[in-house]
């Protein structure tokens, strides 16, 4: 695996959403590069933060989420093995 095919796939590893052989590739990949590993860290803790940041609310809304998402994905990080 790539690091960009890690970056594609880092939304639904987090979420739990990936088939078990693609989330092996994933694991295996992060355990390998520490870039990815590191970049892998910073996206759960964004996202733990902007779900905190809006758990008061009923029924939260997706899009601040998916602006804080989007934003990651449009600075990627910079990675010797991509």
Do not use: W
Not at 20 to 26: G, I, S
Not at 46 to 71: G, H, N, W
Request: with cysteine; glycine share 2%.
């Amino acid at each position: 695996m790539t690091c960009r095919e890690f970056v594609s796939r880092l939304g639904n590893y987090v979420d739990g959403d990936l088939a078990a052989r693609k989330r092996t590739e994933c694991v295996k990949h992060a355990t390998a590069c520490p870039d990815c590993a590191a970049y892998l860290q910073s996206y759960q803790a964004t996202v733990r933060v902007a779900r905190k940041a809006y758990e008061d609310l009923e029924q939260p809304s997706a899009e601040p989420i998916a602006r804080v998402i989007d934003r990651l994905f449009r600075h990627p990080l910079s990675c010797q093995r991509m």
